[in-house]
């Protein structure tokens, strides 16, 4: 469950690329925290990305 429950942010799709050129999948996750936190002013624990918890929009227990 990589996936952002303040903002929705979850995980990106592209390709690594080598110097041939060569193209394979790869993924880009999000840096999701589990984190007891007030929410609708019950304590319950969420997962949030780290963006989230620094710019304030989770208020930790």
Known sequence: MAKCSICGKGVTFGH???????KTNR????NIRRVKA??????T?????SRCLR??????I
Do not use: F, L
């Open 16 to 22: 690594n690329v080598s110097h041939s050129n060569r």
């Open 38 to 43: 007030k929410v609708n002013g019950a304590n």
């Open 45 to 49: 624990t969420v997962y949030v990305c």
């Open 55 to 60: 710019s304030g929009k989770v208020e930790r």
């Open 27 to 30: 993924t880009w996750k999000p």
